[in-house]
């Protein structure tokens, strides 16, 4: 082959061609001509087989605009333009070209592009082989507000998963998306496949089914990363190299080091590390660091590298030696600080100060106690100690060490108490129930319309089960539970993913009106929530763990040190950071994120009787409280990584006996944010009638009545009273209230309406598997005749059919009003719900009304 150049003088028409030379017989060329001010590639593949997927990009003299494409797309910026070819000609067959589908496009005036090259090589075939592609590249192409990727599978393999994030100038809204799922948070993009482009086979690309999107203003994005690799396949440029650390304080054990932040390369800086040879000595998120632990009198030499977001590391800062000190130098310790004091608290923190000790060498920090823990280590007169627990008392001392090493006596102790997760007013915490939006047709949606949402402050959602072979949190399965509630195994394996985050919500569910496509990544409650919370952004939403049927699995997931751990993690792991399990399309790597705030636990009893089958040992105290504490020690860890502080609840008992079986309060007050007391179920028949089926009674009495006949006494007064003289501050406790009923049938009057009767066993409830239980609205709509009756002794409300017939106990908004000025008297930190589809909105509103 060999270079040619036509010019044809015809009606001053100028049309030129490039042929790729000899020495790139194998590598795809690109002819251009130009007649007038019309334009034409031609493609030409020499190899014996088809190539599949090209771009061009040449340019042009300043202010030639190029238009109207034919065969191809076109993106011009500035100078430089992009063709893309039509997905009919990105094949081009073996020993063929791209006639007669060759792309055009029209230029505002004639002119030869320049500095041309398609797949990164010259378009005549000259110049070195470029370097073959990246395993997947994407590649953008736009039309004023139109934008779309394409993304290129360069591999031999199918490239099963992908996702595109890009950047957008502030105030630009990405919206409209085809053929991908779209996200948006502050200006980062996220593009996901629907079902059918998920998989891209071995040399192919998404095209014709490219994610294309809508653009608010005519702009191009920046910053883009396919499967957090940069879309061209060029490698991120690292951090720049740190400046030489400089020494701010040195001691016989210790040296501190501070350094100027390196410049960030394409990745944000996460961290940096300081190394002692090839030994790390500390990984730090700021600019200083103290290393502990040496030996006096002996030299150091130190360097600093910085890391970004993927681990990519800058080269080492130039070293820095030095000798640590000699502690026969100086054997006088500094004078004792005096005068702490508290300057601060917040519901996690507690700020310090206190007045400077002296020294003859000098201070070299100050040592926080807490009670006898070192928990910091400062070099000023004030400090903030964080990751502390709500409502919480604690006990603080300093002392001062110079730079000898020499430490000082112990400060005057300080008292300090952390405020509550509410500050002012109180919380209202919803149960809300996986299985609601079946027959009882009660969807996120409906927190909404019912105006609920707005007055809650804490969703839980109920429940996530224990997978009984791995002893991890169970989801990602679609399995009912035993239809016999005497079943020791009913909730083995049990969940519905289908119902979390794989069900397509129609716009009559949907909160914001907006029905699923079907082909999200997260569909069902979860996605329903994140709406909700865009909604009423105040809402804090936990996944509750356990309850009645799922509870069997938490002795052994709690009975050693390894288990603990390997359990929180994998909750955290699904929960918080949101990596589901996919499921029918659905799920997958962070798709969960941002549903959750927290978790609530509801172990259904740890050392006491709970579902049959449940798992009981001598050691469920114990292990309960370290579970919690493993559950509160890995959240703040993940806080340290996010900024974003996280909640832990737990649903504890009434019981006396439950509680001194299972439950270390003063220990497991250190842990949890909220204990979400047992408010209900006192008394009551069940659907197998294996309860309490022969005698009425209050389930959710606020006090002791002096009728009660039963030789054990409940009600919310005496089981708040156990945590209270345990010393769990009373803004930890909710109590709970019943949004639902618990009923009897073939009830004697006995001159008392029924209450503390003899009965025939449970009534027929509001499903036919849930005898003797019926939701608050479906109660007073579907029983005719139970007239309401409020026994103001015990605080308790029931209604009664009439001599021989049906008996129910319930909370309504009464009730309601008499416990929560009850609660506020307390001074207790608000209520809690079981659970919210018993509610047509009265009963929450009742309860926001009586607590502002």
């Not at 004030?382 to 502390?388: I, K, R």
Request: aromatic share 8%; glycine share 10%.
């Amino acid at each position: 082959m060999r270079r040619s150049a036509i010019v044809l003088l015809v009606l001053a028409v100028v049309t030129a061609s490039l042929a790729a030379p000899a020495n790139a017989a194998n590598r795809l060329t690109a002819a251009f001509t130009l007649t007038g001010t019309q334009g034409k590639f031609v493609v030409t593949n020499p190899n014996a087989t088809a190539v599949t997927g090209w771009s061009i990009v040449f340019d042009l003299p300043t202010g030639v605009t190029v238009s109207n494409p034919h065969n191809a797309t076109l993106q011009q910026n500035g100078t430089k333009v992009r063709l893309t070819p039509l997905y009919y000609i990105d094949t081009v067959r073996a020993n063929g070209n791209t006639e007669p589908f060759s792309p055009t496009f029209t230029l505002s005036a004639a002119a030869q592009p320049t500095s041309c090259t398609i797949n990164g090589a010259n378009c005549d075939g000259s110049g070195p082989e470029p370097p073959p592609p990246a395993p997947v590249t994407a590649t953008y192409t736009g039309s004023g507000t139109q934008g779309k990727y394409v993304i290129n599978n360069n591999t031999n393999a199918p490239l099963n998963g992908w996702s595109v994030t890009f950047e957008l100038p502030t105030g630009t809204k990405a919206s409209n998306a085809q053929n991908a799922t779209l996200s948006q948070t502050g200006r980062t993009v996220t593009l996901t496949p629907v079902h059918y482009n998920t998989t891209i086979a071995a040399g192919r690309s998404t095209e014709p089914y490219s994610p294309s999107f809508t653009l608010s203003t005519s702009v191009e994005p920046t910053d883009c990363r396919v499967n957090d690799v940069k879309c061209d396949g060029s490698a991120d440029r690292p951090p720049g190299q740190p400046n030489t650390p400089r020494v701010t304080v040195k001691t016989t054990k210790t040296v501190t080091l501070q350094w100027d932040a390196a410049t960030p390369g394409d990745l944000p800086i996460v961290g940096y590390e300081v190394h002692q040879g090839s030994t790390l000595a500390a990984e730090v998120p700021a600019t200083t660091a103290t290393i502990t632990g040496l030996t006096p009198n002996t030299a150091y030499t130190f360097t600093v590298k910085a890391k970004d977001r993927k681990g990519t590391y800058s080269p080492p800062s130039a070293p820095v030696t030095v000798t640590t000190s000699n502690p026969a130098d100086d054997p006088t310790p500094p004078t004792t600080p005096t005068n702490l004091r508290v300057t601060g608290s917040n519901s996690t923190s507690v700020s310090l100060a206190w007045n400077a000790s002296t020294d003859n060498t000098g201070i070299a920090g100050y040592d926080i106690y807490l009670g006898t823990n070192l928990v910091k280590t400062v070099e000023g007169t004030s400090t903030t100690v964080s990751g502390l627990s709500p409502s919480t008392d604690y006990v603080f001392t300093i002392k001062a060490r110079d730079l000898y090493d020499n430490v000082s006596g112990a400060s005057n102790a300080v008292n300090a108490s952390t405020t509550d997760i509410i500050g002012n007013g109180y919380a209202r915490v919803g149960y809300f129930v996986q299985w609601g939006i079946y027959g009882r047709q009660y969807f996120v949606r409906n927190l909404d319309t019912t105006g609920v949402a707005s007055k809650l402050t804490h969703i839980n959602y109920a429940f996530g089960n224990i997978d009984p072979v791995n002893l991890t949190c169970l989801q990602g399965v679609t399995k009912g539970t035993s239809p016999n509630p005497q079943d020791p195994n009913q909730g083995d394996g049990a969940g519905d993913a289908e119902a979390d985050y794989g069900r397509p919500m129609s716009a009559g569910q949907s909160v914001d009106g907006i029905a699923d496509t079907g082909w999200e990544k997260l569909r069902g409650n979860y996605n329903q929530i994140l709406k909700l919370k865009a909604k009423h952004p105040h809402l804090k939403v936990l996944i509750s763990l356990g309850g009645w049927t799922f509870s069997k699995y938490f002795a052994d997931v709690a009975a050693t040190d390894a288990a603990r751990k390997k359990f929180v993690s994998s909750c955290i792991d699904i929960y918080i950071k949101g990596n589901l399990p996919v499921v029918n399309a659905s799920g997958g790597p962070g798709t969960a994120a941002g549903v959750f705030d927290g978790i609530d636990l509801d172990w259904e009893w740890p050392g006491a009787e709970g579902h049959p089958g449940n798992h009981i040992t001598p050691n469920d105290k114990a292990n309960n409280t370290a579970l919690i504490a493993e559950f509160r020690k890995q959240l703040d860890a993940l806080t340290q990584q996010t900024g974003k502080r996280y909640e832990l609840t737990a649903f504890t008992p009434a019981d006396p006996v439950k509680i001194a079986a299972g439950w270390d309060l003063p220990e497991v007050a250190k842990s949890l944010d909220i204990f979400n007391i047992q408010g209900y179920d006192f008394h009551g028949s069940g659907s197998d009638n294996s309860w309490e089926p022969n005698r009425t009674g209050h389930q959710a009495n606020l006090h002791n009545d002096p009728d009660d006949p039963y030789p054990f006494k409940f009600s919310v007064e005496s089981a708040v009273d156990v945590y209270l003289q345990a010393g769990v501050k009373p803004r930890k406790l909710t109590i709970g209230l019943a949004y639902y009923g618990r009923g009897w049938q073939g009830v004697a009057d006995g001159g008392k309406f029924g209450e503390w009767q003899a009965a025939n066993g449970a009534a027929t409830g509001q499903f036919a598997e849930e005898a003797g239980n019926r939701g608050y609205t479906n109660l007073i709509a579907g029983v005719p005749g139970c007239t309401v009756r409020h026994d103001t002794v015990a605080v308790a409300t029931y209604c009664y059919t009439g001599n021989g017939g049906q008996w129910w106990t319930f909370d309504d908004a009464w009730s309601i009003q008499q416990k929560a000025a009850w609660l506020r008297s307390k001074n207790l930190l608000g209520a809690m719900i079981w659970e919210m589809s018993g509610d047509n909105g009265s009963l929450t509103t009742a309860l926001d009304n009586a607590l502002r």
